[in-house]
């Protein structure tokens, strides 16, 4: 079986082909493009979800081509694309002009590849940003008449964290065995959420920030900092160095809501504390109050979210957890959350995803189809009527 996957929802356009034979467990990537938005939006600090539409518009395409070629030898097509067809092109693509000759152009060239299923994120995201993928994946899936199977980020960032990479080259994955029940820590640039998970599929969230992400916090304070956009490696790699020195930390930041009762978080507070902090100072960072500040932000963020997983642990049993999104890259976290449970919950296993998965990308999409499928879970979609949802939960 062969999956074509699709994932714009947020700053990265990325088309994958991942492939799973019947007498196997591996499912092996074929084809892999990805383009990063990183440089056009570095310079507001921030995503442009209009500036990214636009961008993820133009590349697609050329991605998809790229992925596919790279999967398979594409065969040339003698005839060329009926009047029916482009019309209909034309007007699912009437937002996405850009994408429409490069579309009739791809078409014109090449037959129908070897795809079985087209997997595409639904949400949640940025919706312009996501109706670029859900269009493409409309349009490739009339014309050449492939299903599609409609799928949630979140659960691509789930997924990332439960396969491992055999081969060494990025190329080969299996599903662990999980033993559940199990508790994903979903972490990224627009959602910071614990969700506890009894069964393969069927997520209950128990808690969530109640106004920023972590990523979006660590973006924030990167800002205040004078650091690239995206924050989060830049801050870390400032932090490490800090406490590297072994130099006395002379801030402190509030760990907002790490006594409450519930599973909740909330990251504006300290995004706000980081920010009175550089103001009462009253003149330019130094270098070193910089990586100071750095580092007392990471240690902040990152014990809210150990303290609240610990917590969850506990009370529901948890026998796995998994990380997922942008910041299960963040090396602090990894430590601080691994030697925490180790100690705690010795018999509790602790999965991150490899750092490639992290961030987004298409392989974890398709590796989130291919999860449903063998977990008989996987339902197709009419293309026709798909949608995108910018606040597309997690729970069903
Ligand atoms: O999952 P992702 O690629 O996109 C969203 O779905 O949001 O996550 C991007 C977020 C950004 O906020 C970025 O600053 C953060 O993940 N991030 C990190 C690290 N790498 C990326 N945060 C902390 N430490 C990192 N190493
Ligand atoms: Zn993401």
Redesign the pocket.
């Known amino acids: 079986m062969k999956i074509l996957s699709i994932e714009t ?2 700053d ?1 356009t990325g088309i994958s082909v991942l492939q799973k034979e019947n007498s196997s467990e591996t499912i092996t990537l074929l084809g892999n493009a990805l383009a990063s938005q990183i440089a056009l939006h570095a310079q507001y600090g921030g995503v442009f979800p209009a500036m990214a539409k636009r961008a993820h518009a133009e590349k697609i395409v050329p991605l998809l081509k790229a992925a596919l070629l790279e999967a398979q030898p594409l065969h040339t097509k003698e005839s060329s694309l009926g009047t029916d067809n482009k019309e209909l092109i034309l007007s699912i693509c009437k937002r996405e002009d850009e994408m429409v000759s490069d579309f009739v152009d791809l078409f014109n060239t090449y037959e129908k590849p070897d795809i079985d299923y087209i997997a595409v994120t639904v949400g949640p995201g940025l919706e312009p940003a996501l109706w670029v993928g859900i269009n493409a994946a409309k349009v490739l899936s009339t014309v050449w008449n492939i299903p599609v199977i409609p799928v949630n ?1 979140m659960e691509g ?1 789930v997924v990332t964290a439960a396969v491992t990479e055999e081969s060494g080259d990025k190329k080969s994955y299996t599903f662990q065995e999980l033993q559940f029940p199990l508790l994903a820590l979903l972490v ?3 959602h910071t959420e614990l969700v506890l998970t009894k069964n393969y599929g069927d997520y209950e969230k128990i808690g969530q920030t109640r106004d920023d992400a972590v ?2 916090a ?2 924030k304070v990167a800002r205040m900092l004078g650091l690239p956009y ?4 830049a ?2 790699k400032m932090a490490k160095e800090f406490r590297a020195s072994g130099k006395a930390q002379p801030f402190e930041l509030p760990r907002p809501m790490i006594h409450s009762q519930d599973y909740d978080f909330s990251y504006s507070g300290i995004k706000t504390a980081t920010l009175y902090t550089i103001r009462d100072l009253g003149h330019e960072l130094t270098d070193e109050e910089k990586m100071a500040l750095a580092a007392a932000f990471e240690d902040a963020a990152i014990e809210v979210l150990v303290k609240k997983t610990i917590k969850a642990i506990e009370e529901f049993n948890i026998q796995t957890v998994v990380v997922g ?3 299960a ?2 090396t602090y976290l990894r430590e601080q959350l691994m030697q925490t449970v180790q100690k705690k919950f010795p018999q509790t296993t602790v999965l991150f995803p490899e750092p490639w998965l992290a ?2 990308n298409a392989v974890m999409i398709g590796l989130a189809a291919f999860a449903r499928v063998l977990n008989n879970t996987m339902a197709t979609q009419d293309a026709l009527t798909l949608k995108a949802n910018g606040n597309l939960s997690i729970e069903r």
């Open positions: 929802s947020c990265e980020h960032h990224s640039g627009g990523g979006e660590f973006d995206p924050g989060g490696p801050i870390s999104g942008g910041v890259g963040n961030t987004d």
